[in-house]
C-alpha cells in the first residue's frame, strides 16, 4: 500500500474517531486536536482493524501516535515487515 493510501485511511479513522478536519496537517499534534490516552487506544484498535493487522506491543508507544505521519510512518514499517515475512 501507498504511503498516500495509507495516510488517507488514517485520516478517514482520525475524521470518525476525533472528529478532525479531512484536510488535517499530517505533521500536526494529534493531542491538539482531542487525543487522549482512551482516545489512543480505541485508534489502535479502529488502525488494527481498518489494516486487518496486529501491532506489536513495543510498536505501541504513544510517540508513535502524535501525528498522521508518524502513523503512516508506523504502519508503513509494520506491512513492509509482514510482506516481507
Same mark, same amino acid.
Not at 478536519?21 to 487506544?41: C, K, M, R, W, Y
Not at 508507544?61 to 515487515?81: C, G, Q, R, Y
Given at each position: !500500500? ?7 485511511? $488514517?485520516?478517514? $479513522? ?5 472528529? $478532525?478536519? *479531512?484536510?488535517?496537517?499530517?505533521? #500536526? ?6 487525543? %487522549? ?8 484498535? !479502529? ?8 501491532? *506489536?506491543?513495543?510498536?505501541? !508507544?504513544?510517540?508513535?501516535? %502524535?501525528?498522521?505521519?508518524?502513523? $503512516? ?9 509482514? #510482506?516481507?515475512?
Amino acid at each position: !500500500m501507498q504511503r498516500s493510501e495509507l495516510r488517507s485511511a $488514517v485520516v478517514e $479513522v482520525l475524521v470518525r474517531l476525533l472528529k $478532525v478536519a *479531512p484536510d488535517i496537517d499530517p505533521a #500536526a499534534d494529534l493531542a491538539d486536536h482531542g487525543l %487522549t490516552s482512551l482516545e489512543s487506544v480505541s485508534l489502535v484498535l !479502529m488502525l488494527e482493524d481498518r489494516f486487518d493487522i496486529d501491532l *506489536p506491543d513495543h510498536a505501541l !508507544m504513544l510517540d508513535n501516535f %502524535t501525528s498522521v505521519d508518524k502513523i $503512516v510512518d508506523l504502519l508503513n514499517s509494520h506491512l513492509e515487515a509482514e #510482506a516481507q515475512a
